[in-house]
């Protein structure tokens, strides 16, 4: 038996940064994914490795099941069979594992990943030969929840070939979990999300798994039903950048104007709900919708100008922002800011020659530009399926 799983990206369409200092944010899936392949040898193969092909990368690695087995047994039993985290130690033995594989300089930034990869794989499926393929849609390290979408997809096709979730494996086509086994696969993903970013807020992976949208709020997450079909054109503009800096240059200017940054993240509060309000309203006609799609535009330029008093623009988005506007789309930058990606929504009625000119503009500026549904399906499996 084998399995495909695949788990989509997620954008934030308002409240970052704020949402640190007690604002409200709101979070949607994006139907770009990333797929796992998982297949495990015919017992006639004498195959008795663990295998990881990067197939968009073209890396693979390799390890006997053996070595796998050696190094994490000498945490007697601390490889957890339902999610929990994993230990500092574990850690280091899993590190070792990674650095046998001599992961190129330039890719070092995907050892995080594969560790994770190794302990979710470890933790499910045991000391088990196996092959795990990864293709993904999404710009690694771009802000649009690239490592989530990894350890869901992950976790979620892990955790097909088990007993432990009840799925239809003679189905044809993509199925979609219960929701007992998504929150299961939400958690095996928080840990893989730790293991990859330390301290991550568990907002990229409940995305991932769940779709749709999710608004945010001081670590009380709540899912959110849209009713209207948004498109937007997301602009990768391939500057990295160091999120805790970022984050940690809104609290400096915090410190420094209390009163003043207190009404910044007030104000996008009350953005994030009336975009979340916007979203939930029924659509009924092509009127109401477009002019939901007008609302939503003029929020996401209001969360933008707040974004950019918190400091966290940067010369590449502002280029983004000035060739958009001449078309008189709105656009914002998503996640971290300074760099990263911008979102520019594409109304409904938007003819196509002009979002073919933005795209022409901004990818002679030397952007990457994607276009993406927004708020769609969370994860999916699909049995027997080809890598």
Known sequence: MEVTA????KIILAGEHAVVHGSTAVAASIDLYTYVHLSFPADSDND?????H????DLEFSWPIGRVKEALSKLGSQIPSSPASCSPEAIKFIAALVEEQNIPEAKIALASGVSAFLWLYASIQGYKP??????SELPLGSGLGSSAALCVSLSAALLALTGSVNLDCYHQGWLMFGENELELVNKWAFEGEKIIHGRPSGIDNTVSTYGNMIKFRSGELTRLKSNMPLKMLITNTKVGRNTKALVSGVSERTVRHPIAMS???KAVDSISNEVAAIIQSPAH???TASEKEDKLGELMEMNQGLLQCMGVSHASIETVLRTTLKYKLATKLTGAGGGGCVLTLIPTLQSETVVDKVTAELEACGFQCLIAGIGGKGLQVSFNSSS
């Open 6 to 9: 695949r788990a989509p990206g």
């Open 263 to 265: 009404a910044v993240f």
């Open 285 to 287: 006609d092509d009127s």
């Open 130 to 135: 196996g092959k795990v393929v990864i293709t």
């Open 54 to 57: 990067l197939k968009d990368i």
């Open 48 to 52: 008795d490795k663990l295998k990881l």
